[in-house]
């Protein structure tokens, strides 16, 4: 059996897309007769405190269906103060050259960025000539925190590209969600081995059951992060509800916010459920119409996981959020794509949508495209190959 580690700032019982997706690769190269350890801060996202269960521990180490889980500490923050997030990331940092210290490494590792500092401490204190070094890129940092104002083009934005450079530079393999991605790691790097692997999910699809279509509107829904990123509150306050229900499910930056626009505002259509399980959400998902996928800022190289795992539930999709995803959503007929930012585009969208088009033959065919195009195992066993 094969040994490998996985570095990554977020895994379960953490929620949220960047955990399903490291939890779904950790869990599928055990099944492929790997033996699978992770490491990762105790447990913190996205509330920035360190859940009940761990507090008042340095590390914890856990085997989980088969896979040895260590959990080193944190000083835990999700503030939007700049410093203390560069704290955040520092005091990982420090407690994984502690583990690196300590501890003996399998000779293949894949290291999760961003963050890029976590990851360029993976790949300065554990490079050597017979360890395997697989970078496994899920955003373009400092590009996508350009874009989305986080930051400027200054000293320490170039120090962050030195740093990206370093990163690439030392892994023997790097996997990219997005073609963009890609694309960019070649033109800094020509030579360097890449592979496109997506973030798609990997659970059992449900059956889709025809219902009747009783009420009026449109049905919307989103799931997932109220962060800046996403921008809801602003979608909430720009929507032209005559021909939808908005519901919003999630917690984030942005909560609060949108809890009292609903409040002060009652004529809005929209209803907030809170955040739940994710097993819980998938059977929640199917009782609506279409779900919409923002983004209030276009952001290189980034590809929605949603778009996959929405694809496998057969919702019909509006993207909102531009680049490589419209792409995805175009090419497999998964929806409707609106210019990112574009409200007034988004309204008349919206405002052209028959309810009748979002029918049970709309979705089954959707379904049935994610399950051909976006299968977990097909690509799963490519990247065993190239391991």
Known sequence: MNDILIITNYFPPETGAASNRIFHLAEGLQKQNYSVSVITPLPNYPKGEIFDDYKGVFKNTSVENSITIHRLWIYASNSKNKLKRL????????????????????????????????????????????????????????????????????????????????????????LGQSEEILAHITSIFPEKNTFLYRNFPDFDPPKLVEKPTNHRKIKMVYAGLLGIAQGIYKLCTELDYGNIQFHVYGAGAEKE?????????????????????????????????????????????SVPSKIFEYGKLGLPMLYFGGGEGETVIENHKLGWVVPSSDYKALNLQLSKIDITELNHRFKNQIQKTALKNFDFERQLHALVKSL
């Open 87 to 174: 704290i955040a990331m520092l005091s990982y940092s420090f407690s994984l050259v502690w583990f690196f210290m300590w501890n003996k490494l399998p000779n293949k590792v894949i290291v999760q960025s961003p963050p890029l500092l976590v990851a360029f401490t993976c790949m300065f204190f554990i490079r050597k000539k017979s360890r395997k070094l697989i970078l496994n890129v899920s955003d373009l940092w400092p590009i996508a925190g350009l874009e989305l104002g986080a930051f400027k083009k200054n000293f320490s934005y170039k120090l962050l590209e030195r740093i990206e450079r370093f990163n690439y530079k030392k892994a023997d393999l790097v």
């Open 257 to 301: 916010s949108i809890e009292n626009l609903i409040a002060t505002n009652p004529e809005l259509d929209i209803v907030y459920h809170g955040e739940i399980a994710r097993s819980e959400l998938h059977q929640a998902l199917l009782q609506y119409d279409l779900t919409i996928i923002p983004l209030l800022n276009r952001i290189y190289g």
